[in-house]
Each structure stands twice: as C-alpha cells, then as structure tokens.
C-alpha cells in the first residue's frame, strides 16, 4: 500500500508541472467527475476545461483559439480520417 500512495503522490507532484493548482481547485469546485485521459473527438469535455482556463487566463489567446475550433467542430465533426492538424491559410 505504501508504494501505491507514493506513486499516486509522485504522479499528483508531475501534474502540477503541466496544469496550475487554480484550474485543478476549480475543477474539484465543480464536484463534476474528472477523468483522465481522454478519447479522440470529445470536443465538449474538450471545451469545458478550455472554458475553466479561460475564466481564470482571460487573456490567453491559445485558449480562446482552441475554444473557437472545439465550438467549429461540435458543428462540423472532423473526418475519421482528421488527423488533428490544421492549415492555416493566413499569417
């Protein structure tokens, strides 16, 4: 058992690199089941989180782009075939 808490406490410290402890708190606020990982194409989860980041970096403007293409593809879903990449026409 005591091995398995410490992996669990060495992952929680390796995430805390990669997500700020505010977005993490809102989360746990929201009392909503948090699952990690994820599947391909799941553009609402997707835009829940972006939405969190989003109120608390209002200024981020890499959110508010990704949150702009998960609302495009919740009305146009992406072939199978999508490889998650996408041409930017202008600079």
Do not use: D, N
């Given at each position: 058992m005591d091995k398995a808490v410490q992996a669990m406490k060495t992952s929680?410290?390796?995430?805390?690199?990669?997500?700020?402890?505010?977005?993490?708190k809102q989360l746990i606020s929201?009392?909503?089941k948090i699952e990690i990982g994820g599947k391909e194409h799941e553009w609402n989860t997707a835009l829940k989180m972006l939405k969190v980041h989003k109120n608390t970096y209002p200024e981020d403007y890499v959110c508010k782009l990704y949150i702009e293409r998960c609302e495009e593809h919740l009305k146009n879903e992406p072939s199978?075939?999508?490889n998650g990449t996408t041409k930017l026409d202008v600079k």
């Open positions: 929680l410290q390796a995430f805390r690199l990669y997500v700020p402890e505010i977005l993490v929201t009392g909503e199978s075939s999508w």
